[in-house]
Structures are given as structure tokens and as C-alpha cells.
């Protein structure tokens, strides 16, 4: 728990440190000077304290809304000391004003400044301050702390803040100042952490700047700043952070920072600064990450990398930099991120590289590199983004590239790789995206790469493959997005979704898809091949997926240990590059993107929590989960915790949300989820017009779908999920009306002594009903929801009644039940889309009756979610009466179904 929470926790420690030494004085009778403030002797105190509470209450009258009123609620009466936010110093005057994240709405012309000559800490962070920072705030002139950072505040900073000679903090972040900065700064010659980030301040910073020797942060980063950076930074030697990314500066890097061997975190990016960085840098043995990238850089990387022992990530990519890849940098042995894309570098990869054993991100695409893939890539075994796209690589894929079993991405395209493509690319199990286009890859598509069972998106077009697309291509179930475009490929084309666009261009292909050749009737030689595969493949699929299974339950196990560091996706918008450092920009971004969990965000409610919809500043938007605050406490121990997350973060398929992240504070926690456009299946189904543009097809596709995500959670996870709450709400609808079934794991996650046994009901009328006497939860509860919510999308609405009539069925043909069981289908169905017709009506009548299988009241009679999806594959059978002719009762199932 500590570690999990240590930011905020410590943060937490430091405000709770310093109350306590400003209050404790005051509160101790023994202290010589407290009798001023206890018992009024000294007068003078007194009206001081009359005129601080005067000023104090003037202001809480002028903030804006009854929240802002009611949280000052303490507020009355004339001693301030004990108000909420109020701290004194031992001569009873205010010395601390610290009200952080209470909403305040409000500006802060009312307050009086002049009354509080003794204030050390003004801390008014992350409330709704608007309006500007008024002049008179010079006057506090013993001022060490100013907070005001993420409020709404506007205009310029005051000269007259340069009279604040004591401040050792000024954090202003996150407002919506705007103007220059007052040369004045360089006046508040203790400060040592200044922080401007994310305004709109613009101009070129004043050179005075340089005279702050006591700087140990300076953040500058996301204004409109221009001009050039100071030209003395780092006078004192102790400068730690500094950051002025994403603004306007252009000109060279200062020469004082050459010398700056202090820094920890330097970051530059997305500026028009130029010159040569070869010269421009000396050496910094502290230096921990480096962004250069978005710049006009130019020069070497002739850098003394063997002095770097601290550097994580070196991000230099969209400069001009040229020369080529040094070996010495594999002596900078704690690189973990390495981004040179989009430069002028040229000559071989250096097989040195390889001895950077931390490396888990390279990124050289679009630079000129020549020569090969060096052998010892396996070497970096926590490779998980590899990508050396658009650059002059040749030679063949190395077959070592099969042990860096940690890829999730791995793009070689537009290169002159030739050869074929090693089979040992089955043996990335974590791939998620593959490209190898644009190469002279030829021969067969290796059947292996049926293997990759996370595959999301694959990109094989423009190269000279050729045979037969290998039918494993449909063990591929997370494929969402595939191009085999250009080649010279044969045969039919594999059965599976989104594969219409992607085979332009293959002379030998055929199939069902407008723009390819129809296959042609089978010669009896292949007739009998199709039947030895018919046959044998179910054979040999269950034992790949045996074998799969088992290694999967190994490699989960040898990899969970390693993983537990990280509570994000790392292939997520949000990219969370590394856990440690972006934390802190995952929770901002999120708040900001909620703005604030604001109500007008809100796009739904759910038992755990508040859904959100949160636009990122990339324009990517996202679900975001914030779990209501009673569940918090229910966590289990943190370490189980994030084991749960890692594993929920890596399910990937396509009919399943995926869960992107999750942060937790004290404040409060949230789940960051992929959005899904269309919403619930539930309101899907509740409104006229939506549930008429939902037609038969989409139904049966819309259950097709939810079948395949059960069926993967039960018996291709280890270990399997139960998801315990399915129902119409926890189906969502994407653009094409593919369903994502979601909140799955998350009963376990918020249930944690619940593993197999259940405490929560899931919702009311989707419930198993042996949960109402044993509270035992096992795949088949998952089952039974799956048939409620197949009837809904039937019938248009919860199947009610009818449920319970077939439940008893299976004992009792002569039911007890309401419903009528001589009812006609056609009536039953959803009324508002015509009825269905020919093979579609075979379709809901098929899974009418899988449906009614999966209520049966006996668990075990229940097939399992295999089953169901593998039936749904199948053919339908013809009906065996016409279809207005058919009672619920034909539907029934009589036995116990079996396999
Ligand atoms: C008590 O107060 C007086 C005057 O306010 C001050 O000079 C003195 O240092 C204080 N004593 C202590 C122990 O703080
Ligand atoms: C604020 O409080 C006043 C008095 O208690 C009440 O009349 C008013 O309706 C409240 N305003 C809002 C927005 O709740
Ligand atoms: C603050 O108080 C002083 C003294 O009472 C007064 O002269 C001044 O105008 C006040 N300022 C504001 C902003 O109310
Ligand atoms: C800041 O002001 C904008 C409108 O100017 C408003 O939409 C936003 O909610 C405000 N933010 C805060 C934190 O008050
Ligand atoms: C800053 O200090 C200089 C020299 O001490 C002084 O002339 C100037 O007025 C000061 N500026 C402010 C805003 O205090
Ligand atoms: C940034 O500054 C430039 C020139 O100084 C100005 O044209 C532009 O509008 C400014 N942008 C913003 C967002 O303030
Ligand atoms: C520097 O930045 C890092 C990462 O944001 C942070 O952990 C560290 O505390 C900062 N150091 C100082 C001295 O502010
Ligand atoms: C860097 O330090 C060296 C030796 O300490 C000194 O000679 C040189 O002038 C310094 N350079 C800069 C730009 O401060």
C-alpha cells in the first residue's frame, strides 16, 4: 500500500509535517507566549487576530457558491485560529492559510493582504479561482509557500510578486495566466522550485531568471514562451528539473547548462531550438531522462555515454541529427527507452545495443541505417516495442527475434528485408501489432503465427509472400485490423472479420468478397483433403490450444513476478512509458480530461462506480471508471491488487472492452477503459429508433459476439475470469454494432475474499438461481446470465416469466409457469423489426434454443460457453416448420443438453 500510494502519501506527510510544526506551539499551554492567544492578555494579539478574522470572513462572503460557503462553514465568530485551513504562529497572527482541493469558486480581490504580514504558507491549489492574482499580494512579505496552481486564474503575474523575497515555492501550474513574466522574478533569490507549467504565458523569459541560484525545479513547460532560453541556468550547480517543453523557444541550449551535472530531468521537446548537440552537452552522471525530440537540433551523438550511469530514457526523435549510432552508447547500461526516429542517422545498428539488458523501447524508424538486425537481439529480453521502420535495412529477419518474448510491438516496414518470415514469430505471444511491410519478404506465411492470440493488428502487404494463407488465421480472435494486400498469394480467403479491404492485389486469392474471384468448385482431390481437414483440425486445434494453454499457465507464471512494477497499458493512448515517471500525467491528464469528474462528463452509473467520458488532449477518447468511495476500502492488498490489473490489463480480445489502466490516490480511484461509441445494449434496446437501426443480423452477430468473449474468458485465460455480472448493461455497442462485453474481473477486484464464493448478487434478473441457495459462483452463472441477455436482444426487452417456465422445463414438461408455452415465436420476438426471414430465421430460432439451454435451472445441464460459441459458428439447421408456426414450446429442451 505504501509504495502504491507513496506520491501522494508522501506528499501528504510533508503538508501534515509542516501543520504540525506550526500548530503545535500554539496548542502546547506550556509555551510561554500561548497565554496571548488562550486568554486574551495581550490585547494587541487579539485585535490583530480581530482583523485577520475581519479580512478572512470579508472574503468567505465574497466567494461565489453555498459548496464554497458550507466547506467554510467554521468560519464564524473572531478567532481564526481553529478555522478549517487556518494555522497561527505562537503570537496567535495567521501564519498558514492552506485550503488545497476544496472547490473554492471565487476570485481573491476581496482578500486583504495587507493584514497578513505574517503569513509563511498560502496553499489555495486545485480549487475554481478565477479573475487575476491581485497586486497587493506583495504585501506578504514573509511569505515561504504559494500555492494557486490549478485554479482558472487569468491575466498577468504582478510586478510587485518580486517583493516576495522569502518565497522559497511558487507553484502557479495549471491556470490561464497569460502576459510576460515580470523581470521581477529575479528578485526571490531563495526560490527553489518554480513552477509555470501549463499557462499561456508568453514572450521570452527574463534573463534574471538566471540570478535564482537556489533553483532546484524550474518548470516553464506548455505556455507560448518564445524568443531565447536564459543564457545562465544553473549558476548555483544545484538546478535538478528542468522542463520547458511545448513552447516557442528557438536558439541554441545554453552553454551554462554544459557544466550542469546536477540535472535529474531535462526536458526540452517540441521547441524550434537548434544548434549542435554534440557540443552544446558535457557530461551528467545524474541525468535520468533526456527529451530533446520536436526540434531543429543538428550534430552527432558524440556524447561521453559511458558517464551516464543514470540515464533511463534518451528521447532525441524529429531533429536533424546525423552521424551514426554510437557503440559507446551500450555503456549507458540503464537505458530502458531509446527514441532517435525521424533524424538523418546513417551507417549499421551497433550490436552493442544489445547489452543495454534494461531496454525495453526501441525506436529508430525514419533515418537512413543500413546493414542488418544484429543476431544477439535476443539478448534484450525486455524488448516490448521494437521499431525499425523506413530505413535501409536488409538481410533476413533473424529467427533470434522469436526470445524477445516480451514484444508487444514490432514493426520492420518499409525496409529491403528479404528471406522468408521465421516461424519463430509465433513464439511472441504478447505481440499485439506486427507490420512488416514494404519489403521483399517471399515464401509462405508461416502457420505459427496462428499462435499470436493477442494480435490486434497485423500488416503483411507490399511484399512477395505467396502459397496459401495458412487456416490458422482464425485462431487469430483478436484481430481487428489486418493487410495482405500485394503479394502473390492463392486459395480461398480466411473466414474471419474485417478481411475485406485486405487482399487487393493477390493474383491466386478467391472468395466470397466483392473484388476476388469466387473459389471454384473444389476438384475431388481437394474435396477429400477438405474432409482429412475437417476431421483432423478440431483434432489438432484442441491440442495446439492444450499446448497453448499450458504454455500460457507457464509463461504467465514465469512473467507475472517480473510485471508487477507497471499499472498501465503500455500500448495505450495514454502511453504510460514508464510507470514511475508518468503517473502523476496519467492522473492530471485524466482530471483534466474529466474536467474534474464534472457531472456534464458523466455517461453512465454502474454498481462499482461513475463512468466518464474523457476526451485526451491526443483527441483519443477513453472511459474512465471512478469507483464509488465506499468500494475503495473494500481493496484488497495492494499486491494481489495490481497482480488482478495486470492480468485484466492484458486480456486481449475483440469483444471485450479493454481496460487501459488504473490509478488510485487518496482521494479517490478510477479505471481507464476503451470507449464504445454506441453505449449499453441495454439503452440500445430501450430506445425505438436504436432498437430498430439493431436489424436480426446485427442481433444474432451482437450474441455471436458476447458467446466468443465469454468463451475466452472462461477457458482461454488462466486463470479463467467469471465475470458474475453479465446483463444488457455491461454489453456496449461500437460503431458497427460489434459488441464489447465490459466490468468483467471486476467483482473479484473489489470483492477480494470472494474468489469463488460471492457476496454480490450481480443484477437482479440476469442472477443464476442456485445462487439463491449456495453462494457458490462458478462459469456456469455466466451461462445463465449470457441466455437472459440472449433473449433480451430477441425479444427486445427482459425475457421476465419467461425464464422461469423454461428453467422448470427440463423437469416438468407440464410447467406451473404463467407463460403460455403454446405462444407463438413470431409473437414473442421483438416487434418493432420485421420478422425474420429465410436463413436469418433459421438464425434466431438456432439461438433461441441455445438460449433456453443456458437457463436451464440445473447447472450442470447448462453447456458451457465453448460450446455455445462453437455452436454459434456452425451452421444453422433448417427449420423444420414455418417459422410463424413455431411455439415456444418446439424451442424447449426436453434432455439435458449435451456436448
Ligand atoms: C514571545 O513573544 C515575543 C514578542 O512577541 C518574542 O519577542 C519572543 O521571542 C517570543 N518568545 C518565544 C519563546 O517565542
Ligand atoms: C444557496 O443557499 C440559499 C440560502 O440558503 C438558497 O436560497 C439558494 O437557493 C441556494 N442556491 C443554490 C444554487 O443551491
Ligand atoms: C485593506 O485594508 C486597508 C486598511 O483597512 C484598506 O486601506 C485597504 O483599502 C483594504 N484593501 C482592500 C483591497 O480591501
Ligand atoms: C475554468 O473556466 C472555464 C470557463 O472559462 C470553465 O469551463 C472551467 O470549468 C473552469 N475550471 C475550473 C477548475 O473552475
Ligand atoms: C528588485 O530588486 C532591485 C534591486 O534590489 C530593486 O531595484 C527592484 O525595485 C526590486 N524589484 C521588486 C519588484 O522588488
Ligand atoms: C503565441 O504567441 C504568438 C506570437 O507571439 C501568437 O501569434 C499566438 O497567438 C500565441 N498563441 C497563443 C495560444 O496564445
Ligand atoms: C525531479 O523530477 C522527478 C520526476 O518528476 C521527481 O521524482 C523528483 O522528485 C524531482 N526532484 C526534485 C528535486 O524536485
Ligand atoms: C565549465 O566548467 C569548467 C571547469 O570547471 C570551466 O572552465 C568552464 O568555463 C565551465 N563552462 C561553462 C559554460 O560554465
Redesign the pocket.
Known sequence: MMSFLQKPFSKFLQVLFFLLLVCIPSFFAFHPNSSATSFGAATYAVAEGNKEAEALLKWKASLDDNHSQSVLSSWVGSSPCKWLGITCDNSGSVAGFSLPNFGLRGTLHSFNFSFFPNLLTLNLGNNSLYGTIPLEMGLLTSLNFLYLDKNNLTRRIPFSIGNLRNLSILNLKNNKL?GSIPSSIGNMTLLTRLDLNNN?L??SVPREIGQLESLVELKLSSN?F?GHLPRDLCLGGLLVNFTAANN?FSGPIPKSLRNCTSLFRFRLDGNQLSGNISEDFGLYPNLNYVDLSHNDLSGELKWKWGGFHNLACLLLSNNNISGEIPSELGKATRLQIIDLSSNLLKGTIPKELVQLKALYKLTLHNNHLCGVIPFEIQMLSRLQSLNLASNNLGGSIPKQLGQCSNLLQLNLSHNKFTGSIPSEIGLLHLLGHLDLSGNLLAGEIPSQIGQLKRLETMNLSHNKLSGLIPTAFVDLVSLTAVDISYNELEGPIPEIKGFTEAFMNNSGLCGNVSGLKPCTLPTSRRKSNKIVILILFPLLGSLLLLLIMVGCLYFHHRTSRDRISCLGERQSPLSFAVWGYQEEILHDTIIQATNNFNSNNCIGKGGYGIVYRAMLPTGQVVAVKKLHPSREGELMNMRTFRNEIHMLIDIRHRNIVKLYGFCSLIEHSFLVYEFIERGSLKMNLSIEEQAMDLDWNRRLNVVKGVANALSYLHHDCSPPIIHRDISSSNVLLDLEFEAHVSDFGTARLLMPDSTNWTSFAGTFGYIAPELAYTMRVNEKCDVYSFGVVTMEVIMGMHPGDLISSVSASAFSSSSCSQINQHALLKDVIDQRIPLPENRVAEGVVYIIKIAFACLLANPQSRPTMRQVASKLIARWPPLSKSFSAITLEDLMPQTTMTG
Do not use: D, V, W
Request: net charge neutral; proline share 0%; charged share 0%.
Open positions: 497569460s499561456n508568453s514572450g507560448n518564445t516557442h
